[in-house]
């Protein structure tokens, strides 16, 4: 039987005013459970393109991995208009993502900054390895702070141990959330101020499951 689509408002700017970033993490994490139980949300999608043509009002920024099996709205279970989304192999931060962050919340009205990392991360694992490829291997310089950090882990300190790799993952969202409240002075104004909320999250890819860090 076929089901008719959910005709969803695309957010106005007086309803994303009236979000805190507690209400937007909420709604991430419930979208979210949906994904998991395969109970996405039903959208006319011409309808909502048609809607946000004078407008856009996003809940969020998400810095995500450009992994192809890390599909960021669905994964929330979000529509057009919901979220600004950055991605980058191994969701690192540079000084263009930071602007586009600065927009996203200051001038944009988003309530929350999640940074995303994933199980599996083959930028994570290249990093470990020292890979050497053109600019690739400038962007894995980015994540040896996050290796470094791991530096006491008895195991095998190589891209085949999955549970180093794994470790290595999730103090990367850790160090890059902790770069943005570091290089942003906007953003780390408007969070000292309740505005908004910069956290960091982990993608279980045999789940599905986003846990929060």
Avoid at 122 to 144: E, F, H, P, W
Wanted: contains cysteine; proline residues 3%.
């Amino acid at each position: 039987m076929n089901q008719e689509p959910l005709i969803e408002r695309v957010l106005s700017a007086e309803e994303q005013k009236k979000l805190s970033p507690d209400d937007v993490l909420k709604s991430l994490i419930e979208g979210n459970k949906r994904f998991v139980a395969g109970t996405l949300t039903l959208r006319d999608h011409s309808k909502q393109i048609r809607d946000a043509v004078n407008g856009q009002f996003p809940k969020a920024i998400i810095l995500s991995c450009i992994d192809s099996r890390v599909p960021v709205e669905d994964v929330f279970d979000k529509g057009i208009g919901d979220l600004f989304v950055a991605r980058v192999a191994g969701n690192i931060v540079n000084e263009d993502i930071l602007g586009s962050m600065e927009f996203s919340c200051k001038l944009a009205g988003a309530k929350l900054v999640l940074v995303i990392g994933h199980e599996y991360c083959g930028a994570i694992k290249g990093a470990i390895d020292n890979v050497k490829l053109g600019n690739l291997s400038t962007l894995l310089n980015k994540i040896k702070p996050a290796i470094d950090k791991c530096c006491d882990f008895k195991g095998e300190k190589t891209s085949k141990s999955p549970e180093f790799v794994d470790l290595v993952i999730r103090e990367n969202v850790k160090v890059t959330v902790d770069a943005i409240r570091a290089q942003s002075e906007v953003l780390r104004e408007m969070e000292k101020s309740g505005e908004i909320k910069i956290a960091g999250a982990y993608y279980d890819m045999d789940t599905g499951l986003v846990t929060i860090l």
